[in-house]
Structure formats: C-alpha cells, structure tokens
C-alpha cells in the first residue's frame, strides 16, 4: 500500500466527515419535521425564507413486471438491456477489535 500512514489519516478523517454530515443529517431532518409540524405554509427568519408544500407521491410503474406478463424472450430483454458505467464505491466501517 502507498504511504500507509498518510492513507491510513485519509480513512480516518473521511469516516469523521461522514459520522458528522449523518449528525447533520438527522439533525436537518427534525427541523423540517419542526417546521412541518407547525402547520404553516411560509416560514421567515431575518435572512431566510421556507416554504412548506404538500405534494402528492410519484407513480411508479414497475415495468419489470409488465414486461414479464408478456414473456419476451432472453434475446429480446437482452437486446434492449443497458448497463451503466462502470464507478468506484468507497465504503467506511469502524474495524473490530483486533
């Protein structure tokens, strides 16, 4: 491994970053339910301005599904099949005691 001690200080401050933007998280998400739960549509302080809507869930058509009621083919599901782009996923998780 390059530079174990300076990656080994990246780990580090990265699960800090993510420990505080999840406080953070939590703490943005009980302020929008204080702000919900108020029951008013227009909230202002002396720089900021909130506005408190209702709006309706999404549809959502599981095409999957639909699809497979019509029992297409392995050739056809294939042929209009897209793959993404292939990306990095960097997790974080507290190391067990060693």
Not at 27 to 53: C, N, P, T
Not at 69 to 81: D, E, G, R
């Amino acid at each position: 491994m390059k530079n174990d001690i300076a990656l080994a200080a990246f780990v580090d401050r990265l699960a800090f970053v993510k420990a505080r933007i999840a406080d953070l998280k939590a703490e943005e998400e009980q302020l929008k339910q204080l702000l919900i739960d108020s029951g008013e549509q227009v909230i202002e302080s002396s720089s900021y301005r909130v506005a408190v809507s209702l709006l309706p869930g999404r549809v959502i058509t599981d095409w999957k599904t639909v699809a497979e009621k019509f029992s297409p083919s392995v050739q056809l599901v294939t042929a209009h099949t897209k793959h993404g782009d292939e990306f990095y996923s960097v997790r974080v998780s507290s190391r067990s005691a060693a």
